[in-house]
Structures are given as C-alpha cells and as structure tokens.
C-alpha cells in the first residue's frame, strides 16, 4: 500500500526538476531522478521510461534530436493500469 501524500510529495519533486531542466539533455537529469527512487525501465533514441517502484509513479519522458528534454508524462501505476484497459460499451 502506497502513502499518498508521500507520492504526491515524490511527483512535485519529480515535476519540478523536469520542468526546471526542460530543453536540457537528458543525463543531467538522470542522475537525480536515480536519486529520488527512479529505476529506468526502457528506452529508445527518442524515449525513456522510469518507474519509481515504491511510491508507484511511472515517468516518460519524450527526447528531441539532440537527446535533450521535450515533454514528460508522470502518472500513478493505477492511471497506467486504467489506460491499458481496454474500453468496453
């Protein structure tokens, strides 16, 4: 079981050193991120994805040409979870 204001309190971190260190490579960043918890799950040229195992937190983060930040997406593992379901009528 999660402690919600603890992943809450994980997330702001999170959003404030993505968007702090926007437009700026990547590796700069990935160091702190491995320090707040994060674990890289995957990546490509243009993509990486990280979980954050004990608060519950799954993090994307889009990269332009030069492996610098683009855009992010942070959610929980329930909204992941949610997505992946398929839709029903």
């Known amino acids: 079981m999660v402690n ?3 992943q809450l309190r994980t997330k702001r971190k999170t959003e ?10 990547l590796f700069g960043v990935q ?7 994060f674990i890289e799950t995957g ?3 243009m ?15 889009w990269l332009d040409e030069s492996r610098c930040i ?5 959610i929980t593992f ?3 979870n949610k997505k992946l379901r398929k839709f029903r009528w």
Request: one cysteine or more; a negative charge.
């Open 78 to 80: 329930e909204e992941k």
């Open 16 to 25: 404030r050193l993505i968007t702090g260190n926007c437009n700026l490579p």
């Open 4 to 6: 919600k204001g603890r």
């Open 70 to 74: 683009h855009s992010y997406l942070l």
């Open 47 to 61: 993509a990486i994805a990280m979980e954050h195992p004990k608060e519950e937190l799954y993090l994307e983060i």
């Open 31 to 37: 160091k702190e991120l491995a320090d707040l918890g």
């Open 43 to 45: 990546a490509d040229p």
